[in-house]
């Protein structure tokens, strides 16, 4: 086998800017969203731009969320856009996710409420992808929009959809599972490493993501099973908009690595450059997107991202003290009429907004780190928030804020009786905080996994 390398991106979420991006309405709307809108159109094409003129691979994996809620002028502005990426000599391949065909696509041409905007449905989508990856397929099924294809000479590529008609976000069904079965050991015994792609994460982002109920893949444990065991262990992902690499093990002791990019929009927002060295080794290296023509206010690119996450993060906690049921209805909380509830949301959104970390620890009767003590808690929640989908999270038992975090998080691990993942599973909280808060594992931006 050939060292192969490849560039890999994800969550495109392109938007055609000429619909709408601006006004009353698009303000209220970024509010509370983590990734870019209005810039999107911008920064895809100097992504686009900058992987045509790359000279070190050639070929290009994009994990899904193509579009940013499905408009059908997007699709069709992408689709010309990765054409010209095609016709630049890369091989492109594709897979779709939900985003792609959203059912209610919308925009916001300065109005004040979001309007909507004309959509395509599942069974279109092949209409504005096939030339990027179906059409090299050497297996397609065709309900999924998933499909498998050689990407060099030694090394097949498994696309795995969980949208059909039907639904977005699907669990697997026997039948699916079969025909995955199928491809695996076809690649075995074609003496072929197969790596995989899907757009939902197969193993949490962070540990504190498994409480949210689409952060991963239906039925993931299923899933790990069935690949790992049949030759497959590794898969890349998006859907969180995190930077994350994981390693699990089947049942069976096989290794299971699930390597999560983040947005290419939106912070934290990289690419990744692949190399596969050896039958069992893969690099992986994390490149930033490029910079991209845009008001930032004299900010990097990179900062100005940032500064929309935080401003997100910022907005959802000062929103919890000045407008409780309305902050809690926009993150999708139902029920928010029970006026003891939110006055008492209220109270802990003030408390969060003005307390210093000692304040904190000396109400929770645990001891502060020294170096922080006056440091605003708003401060540390919303860097911890951040590091959650960044990786490589710094506060480990090292470092002040990784001290003083284990002791809050002991305070309130009783509640692990009470606690299970989205998928079911026993859930301890102080390690499943104390690995969210910091990183004691694989780097998340730069490693070399061995595969067996």
Not at 103 to 124: I, M, N, R, S, Y
Not at 220 to 229: C, F, G, P, Q, V
Not at 279 to 284: H, R, S
Request: charged letters at 25%.
């Amino acid at each position: 086998m050939k060292e192969f390398s490849f560039w890999l991106i994800t969550d495109t979420h392109f938007f055609k800017n000429s619909l709408g991006a601006w006004g009353e309405g698009y303000n209220e709307f970024m509010s509370l969203e983590q990734k870019c809108f209005a810039e999107t159109e911008t920064i895809d094409r100097a992504i686009i731009q900058y992987l045509c003129e790359d000279q070190s691979a050639d070929t290009v994996l994009i994990a899904g969320d193509l579009s940013f809620n499905g408009e059908k002028e997007s699709h069709k502005e992408f689709s010309k856009l990765l054409g010209q990426l095609k016709d630049s000599g890369k091989n492109v391949f594709v897979v779709t996710a939900g985003h792609d065909c959203a059912p209610h696509p919308f925009c916001f041409p300065g109005t004040a409420e979001k309007q909507p905007a004309e959509g395509v449905l599942f069974d279109e989508l092949l209409d504005y992808y096939h030339a990027f990856g179906y059409d090299q397929a050497i297996a397609f099924n065709r309900e999924h929009l998933s499909y498998v294809a050689q990407l060099s000479e030694g090394v097949r590529l498994l696309v795995l959809c969980n949208d059909t008609a039907q639904g977005r976000a699907l669990e697997y069904d026997d039948a699916f599972y079969g025909w995955i079965v199928e491809q695996c050991r076809q690649a075995q015994r074609d003496g072929q490493l197969m790596l995989a792609m899907e757009h939902y994460p197969v193993i949490a982002g962070q540990p504190i993501l498994q409480l949210i109920g689409d952060a991963r893949q239906k039925g993931a444990r299923r899933l790990i099973d069935t690949l790992a065991d049949n030759g497959v262990h590794l898969i890349f992902t998006g859907h969180m908009h995190n930077q994350s690499i994981n390693l699990e093990h089947s049942a069976n002791g096989a290794k299971f690595y699930d390597v999560c990019t983040g947005s290419a929009i939106g912070c934290p927002a990289f690419m990744r450059f692949c190399t596969v060295k050896d039958e069992k080794t893969v690099e992986i290296k994390s490149v930033p997107i490029p910079d991209f023509e845009w008001d930032t206010g004299g900010r990097s690119c990179t900062d100005y991202m940032q500064s929309v996450f935080d401003a997100m993060i910022n907005t959802c906690i000062t929103g919890l003290r000045d407008n409780p049921a309305k902050t809690l209805r926009k993150l999708g909380v139902k029920g928010v009429d029970n006026q003891m509830i939110l006055k008492l949301v209220g109270k802990v959104g003030k408390f969060l907004n003005e307390a210093s970390c000692g304040k904190m620890c000396r109400v929770l009767c645990v001891k502060c780190d020294p170096e922080i003590k006056n440091l605003r808690f708003l401060t540390l929640a919303s860097n911890l928030a951040r590091y959650a989908f960044c990786g490589d999270q710094p506060y480990t038992d090292q470092t002040p804020e990784g001290r003083t975090l284990l002791r809050i998080f002991k305070r309130f691990n009783f509640l692990s009786k009470k606690l299970h993942g989205s998928q079911g599973e026993t859930v301890d909280l102080y390690e499943m905080l104390k690995h969210s808060a910091g990183n004691y594992g694989i780097s998340d931006y730069n490693a070399t996994l061995v595969l067996e």
